[in-house]
């Protein structure tokens, strides 16, 4: 904080280097609030797709028709305003973004191309940057063009925080655990160990542990080498999981007293389990996953057999009421009916969701995230299922959720609104309601008959124009005489024709000036919320699919609300944030950034989330019950469900194999693609016939994506396992019309 302090005194650009979890930003926040600039403080998220009018500004539409106005950005608007602005990741930024930043660094002056300016920085800019850096030292991702502009920076290395500086954060947070924080540390600094000791500072998700020994269950102390998933454990995750502990443990520890500080068989497992949710459970190599959590359980003396019932043979416990829904070890409540029949008006619950082990542990990690308000990434393959559990669990606490899908061309205006054309009949609607409402509590409405039909006959006529005139008439009337003294206005109704009077000037200036006396405008511009801003402010969930694919701009303006903050609509010209609803959650989808087209979310912003791998379902126990959740309802004594189940299992492996889809291509079949065809079989079971049916949906998921050449291998496929009950066996003759 001392060298901060130094650099911000010479008003030096300063570059923060650390891992991740050091408090790089955490120590600009407090020097912000020390220096009362914690309000006009801004953060900025950068990517290697970042682009320089995100920071420059660009133009956007008014109010006014065919009118544009400058938008300044994020950079901009700090430099002219003499604000402090944090740019996060600064080693990931391209090229270009990095040129902006030059003069800047230079001389305190940015230039914008597009507009010709030169602005000098005013008094009180302050700008930040961090990079993040592994836990060997080295940066995260190494820049040749970053390495040119160090010497342009007042470089300031956050170093992490020792055992001993942690343990006081710990033990001054969470008084009750103050005897088990050695054993928290002590866990915590082996994770850090064994998951940074690869060569590469680059997360290999194929790594695997090798220890010394493969015969006996791995401890801390193996020579072993694990790796995390595409980041680094933190303190942020220590202090998640200490959290997480407190809150089931506190009502325990305070029964038993301050004095009492023996740890039970039933506490550790509770510290095993939040454990294995803040450390394991984001891993994607199940034997990563598996080697790690049996580290963890030993590191707290929790016996083998109930870590091998947490891995293998655990299945939440799962009961709802109307007031509360229990998923395991967590409690949620539950809306009331009266107040969700409006929100999920014209929502079905109708659909098959089957109560796996799979999906009931992923819900019961999910629940324990919602009731404390940490924000949740839900990273796997496409058709998991990572989307149907929020949105089955949405249902169970009657609470409505949102599913936006982004992608590269997704914007910021699409989520959180913009000025769009809207009919001018329904902006004078809203106007002639509070007219009416207004006028009848400062004037009689009996003396002013004639004007109030006049108002009324424009605007049902739609006479716009007309019906502005008369308003702006009404708002001078009421003006020159609010201040006599026989008919002064109360402060409140005058403070509402007051804002009264600002809607009729801006809605005047909106009508076309150059159309026809009394003709109606077509449209006007005016600023809608995004369907982000109405879930926000009215206690909706979230849940935003394929977050990675979003631009850094729209990332960049959704920053806040992962750290627990809330949005400022800056288009509206609004200088306060929103206002958070308490019931308002966000969840993110993504998937690896494995294939061609995907890319990983920045660092910073990806450690905010409380991150869950969503692996495929191939365990058959799980694959059964789903099939049978499908087949349950379509009159059928004993539906083939172990033959779907081979059926499915074998596709997939044919599918890695041999086959190929129409872009000669390896199919993915996926729990969706099991999940399509036996839906569509219950939709069409009582006109068909059940095989029929089932037939029919196999045929329309499994087969119709593949070319030519993979027909017939996925033919006999079917035969041997779905049709083997008709007459003459599988590969016997052509697929008969009524089966």
Not at 445 to 472: C, I, M, Y
Not at 591 to 617: A, H, Q
Not at 635 to 640: S, Y
């Amino acid at each position: 904080m001392r060298s901060l302090g130094l650099a911000v005194c010479q008003s030096q650009p300063i570059l923060l280097e650390g891992v991740t979890g050091a408090g790089k930003t955490a120590l600009v926040d407090e020097l912000a609030r020390c220096t009362n600039h914690a309000a006009t403080l801004i953060k900025i998220h950068l990517g290697d797709q970042a682009d320089a009018k995100m920071l420059l500004g660009t133009y956007v539409c008014t109010s006014v028709p065919g009118e544009f106005r400058w938008q300044p950005g994020a950079l901009t608007q700090a430099v002219t305003e003499g604000r402090w602005i944090i740019v996060e990741d600064i080693d990931l930024a391209p090229v270009e973004v990095l040129s902006v930043l030059i003069p800047l660094l230079e001389t305190r002056t940015l230039f914008i191309p597009g507009r010709g300016e030169v602005i000098e920085a005013a008094n009180g800019f302050q700008l930040f940057a961090t990079q993040t850096l592994t836990p060997l030292g080295s940066a995260a991702r190494d820049q040749g063009h970053q390495r040119v502009l160090s010497h342009l920076w007042v470089r300031v290395v956050v170093e992490p925080l020792s055992s001993a500086e942690m343990g006081m954060i710990l033990q001054t947070n969470y008084p009750e655990l103050a005897h088990m924080v050695p054993s928290f540390l002590e866990t915590f600094q082996q994770l850090v160990k064994v998951t940074s000791s690869a060569p590469s500072s680059r997360v290999d998700p194929d790594v695997v542990i090798v220890s010394s020994s493969s015969s006996n269950p791995p401890t801390m102390e193996d020579d072993s080498r694990i790796v995390a998933s595409s980041r680094f454990f933190s303190a942020r995750d220590l202090i998640k999981w200490v959290k997480r502990v407190h809150r089931v443990l506190k009502p325990i520890l305070d029964k038993a007293g301050s004095s009492n500080t023996f740890v039970s068989s039933n506490m550790r497992e509770i510290v095993f389990s939040e454990a294995v949710d803040c450390f394991c459970s984001m891993l994607a190599k199940p034997s990563v996953r598996r080697r790690l959590t049996h580290a963890i359980g030993l590191a707290w003396s929790v016996p083998l057999d109930r870590i091998e019932y947490y891995l293998e043979l655990y299945k939440p416990a799962m009961s709802a009421s109307d007031s509360q829904f229990n998923i395991g070890r967590v409690t949620l409540p539950v809306l009331h009916q009266e107040q969700t029949n409006r929100l999920l008006k014209g929502k079905s619950k109708e659909g098959v969701f089957a109560h796996t082990k799979h999906a009931l542990a992923l819900m019961e990690r999910i629940g324990v995230s919602v009731y404390l308000n940490e924000p949740v990434l839900l990273v796997g393959e496409t058709g998991t299922g990572k989307t149907s559990v929020v949105q089955h669990l949405s249902e169970q606490l009657n609470q409505k959720l949102v599913v936006l899908n982004l992608n590269q061309q997704s914007d910021s205006a699409d989520l959180l609104g913009g000025f769009k054309p809207i009919e001018m009949r329904l902006l004078c609607t809203s106007l002639k309601n509070k007219f009416d409402m207004l006028f009848k509590k400062t004037m009689s409405k009996e003396s002013n008959r004639a004007f109030v039909d006049r108002v009324g006959a424009a605007f049902a006529e739609q006479k716009w124009p007309e019906f502005l005139t008369l308003l702006r008439r009404v708002v001078k009337l009421v003006d020159a005489k609010k201040d006599a003294p026989k008919t002064a206005m109360k402060p409140k109704l005058r403070e509402k024709w007051k804002a009264f009077a600002a809607e009729v000037a801006k809605l005047s200036t909106q009508a076309s000036p150059k159309s026809k006396k009394n003709a109606p405008a077509p449209f006007a511009f005016a600023f809608v919320e995004g369907a982000l801003v109405s879930a926000v402010t009215k206690g909706h969930w979230v849940l935003l699919d394929e977050v990675n694919l979003a631009t850094p701009e729209t990332l960049e303006r959704l920053s806040g609300l992962f750290e627990g903050g809330s949005i400022t609509l800056t288009e509206r010209g609004d200088i306060a944030p929103v206002v958070r609803h308490p019931n308002f959650r966000v969840f993110a989808c993504m998937n690896p950034p494995t294939d061609v087209g995907k890319k990983d979310l920045p660092p910073g912003l990806r450690s905010r989330f409380t991150e869950f791998y969503v692996e495929e379902v191939e365990n058959k126990e799980d694959l059964t019950t789903i099939v049978s959740s499908y087949l349950r309802d379509m009159g059928v004594a004993k539906p083939p469900v172990d033959d779907i189940v081979a059926f499915f299992l074998e596709a997939k492996k044919e599918a890695a194999a041999r086959l190929t889809d129409g872009a000669n291509q390896r199919p993915h079949f996926s729990l969706r693609t099991l999940a399509r065809a036996l839906g569509y079989a219950r939709q069409i079971v009582h006109p068909y016939g059940f095989m029929r049916a089932l037939f029919e949906g196999v045929c329309m998921s499994f087969l119709t994506q593949l070319n030519r050449p993979s027909h017939p291998h996925m033919i006999l496929l079917i035969r041997k396992h779905i049709l083997k009950s008709i007459k003459g066996g599988p590969g016997s003759g052509p697929i008969p019309k009524q089966l």
